[in-house]
């Protein structure tokens, strides 16, 4: 059994999860089963939100330790389902190491919608959230002005390489004061409230608040509060973007009706 | 209302492809998602209490994506968070930031305390739905073992 090659693959297979936003205790238990699956004499993983150490033992070797740093996190939920997919696969041996480390690579950097379809959800998200939170026709067209600005500054940002926070700053400012512009050149009062919850609501921290609650529930307290500090500073790059937006409205003169 | 609902799917839908859920779970995520708000809507119609509303539409969303999650054998993540969409407090924290700006700090107060209700009753949802699946993971591979052993 050559286990340098069996612990970097379930390695790999642990970075792909954490890379895609999955829980820490979910990493931890994928590389765990696959390193068990081929019974070395003992194999531990630790997982926090932004590293993974990995070490496998034999009685006959010396042993192997694999350390990575995870630097950025997006979420892509489908990478998550294959890789969890694959390692039950290869546990249930119906995998050799090969096949798996090739699927793991090719799964690493598999995408299933277009950029262009994702795009369109952004600002199909902002109008029909308005929809959802009550809103009327012309507040829906309001929001698809925002959405659009906002999938704009999404796809600028992440090719300047904005830091996420700097970047919900900036968008849910420009998004406030977009929707009061917007807003007044309309002859009809709109639901200014509406709009800008509905258009911030992609940046908001739900997958964080959520990750959060399962590792704290898994008893991973490190991981479960750093995730909760995550989805504070999510939450609190939104208020101030929100906040310097309508205060610009406010200078302007022009006035902010709930 | 019936408006609103349609809102939630399409949505929910959108959002889920946003986070890149495969394909054949979309239509799961997004009727787990809308009907969460209905139930949400409903609560709160009846009650009028949006903490309360958001606690059982979360508990409901948690119990449907814990079940397909068992039944399609993918991570419960995928069916949950796409799910909770709809809930997700963005109404509270936009008050908040509002009537901070207006200077109306007893409405600031009132909406920070809701907001973070409102993520509390995400999170107990979560808890509570989980550490029953958990209980039954744990009976049904004691079963499984105690079924080899004979």
Not at chain 2, 31 to 46: C, F, M, N
Request: glycine letters at 8%; hydrophobic letters at 50%.
């Amino acid at each position: 059994m050559d286990y340098q090659s069996l612990t970097d693959t379930a390695v790999l297979a642990g970075e792909i999860m954490l890379k895609n936003n999955a829980e820490t205790y979910r990493c931890e238990e994928t590389i765990t089963h696959m390193l068990e699956a081929q019974k070395p004499g003992r194999a531990e993983a630790v997982v926090l939100t932004t590293s993974i150490v990995v070490t496998a033992s034999d009685r006959d070797m010396h042993p192997i330790t694999v350390v990575r740093r995870i630097k950025n996190r997006d979420t892509n939920l489908n990478r998550i389902c294959r890789v969890n997919e694959i390692s039950r696969r290869f546990c249930a041996g119906a995998l050799t190491l090969n096949e798996t480390r090739e699927e793991l690579m090719s799964v690493s950097r598999e995408r299933i919608y277009r950029p262009y379809l994702v795009n369109l959800c952004l600002v199909m998200v902002s109008i029909f959230y308005t929809m959802l939170l009550g809103g009327n026709a012309i507040d829906c067209l309001n929001a698809a002005v925002c959405g659009v600005l906002m999938a704009a500054m999404t796809y600028g940002g992440s090719r300047i390489g904005l830091r996420p926070f700097i970047r919900d700053f900036c968008i849910c400012a420009a998004i406030a004061v977009c929707a009061c512009a917007v807003g007044r050149f309309l002859p009809v009062p709109v639901h200014l409230d509406l709009i800008i919850i509905a258009t911030m609501m992609p940046m908001m921290p739900g997958v964080a608040v959520t990750n959060a609650a399962r590792d704290t529930l898994q008893g991973d307290y490190m991981s479960g509060g750093a995730r909760m500090l995550e989805a504070f500073v999510k939450a609190l790059a939104i208020a101030l973007g929100v906040g310097l937006g309508l205060g610009i409205c406010g200078l302007f003169g022009w006035e902010v009706l709930l | 209302m019936i408006l609103q609902i349609i809102g939630a799917f399409v949505s929910v839908l959108c959002f889920s492809i946003i986070l890149e859920v495969p394909r054949k779970y979309l239509l799961y995520t997004s009727a787990t998602g809308s009907l969460g708000w209905l139930i949400y809507l409903v609560v709160l119609r009846v009650e009028n209490s949006t903490i309360m509303g958001s606690l059982i539409s979360a508990i409901v969303v948690a119990l449907l994506s814990n079940i397909l999650a068992r039944s399609r054998k993918a991570p419960v993540t995928t069916f949950f968070v796409p799910g909770i969409l709809p809930i997700v407090p963005g109404v509270g924290m936009f008050r908040v930031v509002y009537y901070m700006l207006e200077k109306d700090f007893e409405a600031v107060k009132s909406y920070l305390f809701e907001t973070f209700m409102i993520a509390g009753a995400i999170a107990l949802a979560i808890f509570l739905i989980d550490s029953i699946f958990l209980l039954f993971l744990r009976f049904d591979r004691r079963r499984a073992k105690a079924g080899k052993g004979k």
